[in-house]
């Protein structure tokens, strides 16, 4: 039997749906210079455990603002 792997990178709607944010919100994160993402042409891609270590190094002390 074949083992599905995860797929190492994520689209902006799929960071919407896991973050629980409007796809709007997302693509504007996915613009900042400060967020991991990978532009293939007109396509933006997220690996996965970068987005994981960018998450949770925004949050501090329970509460993370960052500025859209």
Do not use: H
């Not at 190492?8 to 994160?29: F, H």
């Not at 532009?39 to 998450?55: A, Q, S």
Request: proline residues 9%.
């Amino acid at each position: 039997m074949e083992e599905k792997k995860e797929k190492m990178c994520i689209t902006v709607p799929e960071v919407a749906q896991v973050m629980g944010i409007s796809r709007p919100t997302a693509y504007m994160l996915a613009n900042r210079k400060d967020f991991p993402a990978i532009r293939l042409g007109k396509r933006i891609l997220i690996p996965r455990e970068p987005f994981e270590t960018w998450l949770k190094n925004s949050v501090t002390q329970g509460r993370c603002d960052i500025p859209l």
